[in-house]
């Protein structure tokens, strides 16, 4: 079994989990997460603009492995913030459980922020979502949620690699006690062939997704990498038998020439239903 991040309800979050974004709904979601709880994950990270929620909680079922010992994230689109409850219902029924380990405010939308917020609450309450938070969210909206919230978001999920990460965004959390957890640690394939992570991999005798991982995992993050690959996914995982010195820590810190900022809580109304940063990838 990964270890595990404590959260601020006292829930134990598994510190790397199976991110299903662009795998297509059907056998390929079923499979990949059938496979990934073959090689010890216990964590899948869906959202209903995947649509492949249903496939994710097929995946659970063929895989043998007890409901309750897989955490299941999903997250509350844009389109649906006025309908929370009814959306959060939907979800359940396409994966056919009771509930959800993690429900998410998918991104911000300007001046649905506080309203949104006390709506997941509600959620909370209910125990259909057992623990929530947000999703591309800085600081400054970030605080907008603390200054309302009865119940704090227990997770901010974000982009995050060594090309392109918030260092202030993560130092707020750590303060607030928000889990971070990294979607797109794998840079979606882009940056694998970095000469700079090549040359760490072969020094670690690793492959440079690991050590992209390994790094974000001593960032003190939770980490995200998608795959439909079988080995992928069985080598993504074996990640917590090394570590990285901290002057290679440094080194990889330094590729952040582009920091990755937050969404700013614009989304172009044509974009509504669609997410942010949506391309065709291999890996995340």
Not at 153 to 166: C, E, H, I, L, R
Not at 195 to 220: D, F, H, I, N, T
Request: a positive charge; charged letters at 30%; aromatic letters at 8%.
């Amino acid at each position: 079994m990964p270890p595990t991040a404590r959260l601020r309800d006292g829930r134990e979050l598994p510190l790397i989990g199976l991110g299903v974004w662009e795998i297509p709904d059907g056998e390929p979601t079923i499979d990949a997460v059938r496979w990934s709880l073959e090689a010890g994950y216990r964590h899948i990270d869906t959202a209903r603009l995947y649509a492949n929620e249903r496939s994710v909680g097929e995946g659970v079922r063929r895989s043998g492995i007890p409901r309750e010992e897989v955490w299941i994230t999903t997250k509350l689109r844009p389109a649906d913030f006025p309908r929370a409850e009814r959306a959060l219902a939907r979800s359940v029924r396409e994966l056919g459980f009771e509930y959800v380990d993690l429900y998410l405010v998918h991104w911000p939308v300007p001046g649905t922020v506080k309203r949104t917020w006390k709506a997941m609450e509600r959620l909370c309450e209910s125990g259909i979502a057992r623990t929530i938070g947000v999703s591309n969210y800085s600081p400054a909206q970030l605080r907008a949620v603390l200054d309302v919230a009865s119940i704090p978001p227990a997770v901010n999920q974000v982009k995050f690699s060594p090309f392109g990460f918030d260092e202030t965004n993560l130092e707020f959390c750590a303060r607030h006690e928000i889990v971070v957890e990294a979607y797109s640690p794998l840079t979606r394939g882009r940056r694998l062939a970095d000469a700079r992570v090549g040359e760490l991999a072969a020094r670690y005798e690793r492959s440079p997704a690991q050590v992209l991982l390994r790094w974000a995992l001593q960032k003190g993050t939770v980490v995200l990498p998608k795959s439909a690959n079988r080995e992928r996914i069985a080598e993504n995982i074996a990640v917590f038998e090394f570590e990285l010195s901290p002057a290679d820590m440094q080194a990889l810190d330094a590729l952040n020439a582009q920091p990755h900022r937050a969404l700013e809580a614009r989304i172009p109304r044509r974009r509504a239903n669609q997410d942010p940063g949506a391309g065709a990838a291999r890996e995340e």
